[in-house]
């Protein structure tokens, strides 16, 4: 079988740490309780239990998939590990720290020697006007069960990869410590002295040469949001017609509701689709050469 058209899967994050996964989808730590999802998204594992029946019934309509991997170190500036408050107590998840806060010592870097470092990201980041720092739980740690992709998924594209002989592309993003790297296409503030924080021209080449870009994960408010951000002010107007957004295989982080639906709004606004995950599915089949 082969298809038409180079219809092209893009998974962003399909990781344990986002997923909303039940108990029996969590392995022992081997002192006796669960490992758990450390910033489980709402919905996001019934979004990759329908993301993994698509890829088994309609995989035959995919040419090319690529699943992008948030890769942390466990010290990261977007940690709490990074950081402690003026009387030297741990940040807690979900702080938002400004440029303003670590002037006037609200919250300052565990390591002495960061402070001109730090001060010149987070004078960029606010200054690029998409995003303050926010401390997130440690998530996706590289090496971790957290930052293995979820089962399901997994299952379907090995099937995938074994009836097309086709490998799945893997793109690891946020393993420079020093910047929030939520685009599989860019780190917020690239820093000169990593290429990896750089524009990932390779990915938006492959993207490019495809005909339907069909795009899922987690979570839609931040790391969906960004990379198809990214990728439609690269293709600009003449290819943004090629983004689809599954809407039911993605999910917005609890509290970050409005951002996903502004996002949504706007990126349909400037020519990309959304569909169901039944309606891809008629696509993908409809794709498929006999």
């Avoid at 592309?169 to 020093?178: E, I, R, T």
Wanted: hydrophobic fraction near 40%.
């Amino acid at each position: 079988m082969h298809t038409h058209a180079n219809f092209h899967l893009l998974i962003i994050d399909p990781q344990n740490d986002f997923c909303d996964l039940p108990a029996a989808y969590l392995p022992p730590d081997g002192q006796g309780q669960k490992i758990a999802p450390s910033l489980p998204v709402p919905g996001a594992h019934a979004d990759m239990v329908r993301l993994a029946e698509l890829i088994t019934d309609g995989g035959d309509g995919l040419r090319t998939i690529t699943i992008t991997l948030d890769s942390h170190h466990y010290l990261d500036i977007a940690h709490p590990t990074f950081w402690c408050d003026k009387n030297g107590d741990s940040v807690p998840p979900f702080t938002q720290i400004t440029a303003a806060d670590v002037r006037i010592g609200q919250y300052v870097p565990r390591m002495e020697n960061a402070l001109p470092r730090v001060f010149s990201y987070l004078d960029q980041l606010e200054a690029a006007g998409r995003y303050h720092l926010m401390v997130w739980p440690v998530h996706c740690e590289i090496g971790s069960w957290g930052h293995n992709v979820h089962t399901d998924i997994q299952h379907a594209y090995h099937g995938w990869e074994l009836k097309t002989l086709n490998t799945v592309a893997k793109v690891s993003k946020g393993s420079n410590p020093w910047t929030e790297h939520y685009s599989a296409v860019r780190a917020e503030v690239p820093d000169p002295d990593d290429a990896s924080t750089g524009t990932n021209r390779s990915l938006l080449t492959n993207l490019a040469q495809a005909d339907r870009i069909y795009i899922a994960g987690e979570a839609g408010s931040h790391c969906v949001k960004a990379t198809t951000e990214h990728i439609a002010e690269n293709f600009g107007p003449a290819h943004i017609g090629k983004l689809i957004l599954i809407t039911d295989c993605m999910s917005p982080v609890a509290g970050f509701e409005q951002q996903y639906h502004d996002f949504m709004r706007q990126i349909v606004a400037q020519g990309a689709r959304t569909l169901s995950a039944a309606q891809a599915l008629q696509e993908l089949h409809a794709n498929v050469r006999k």
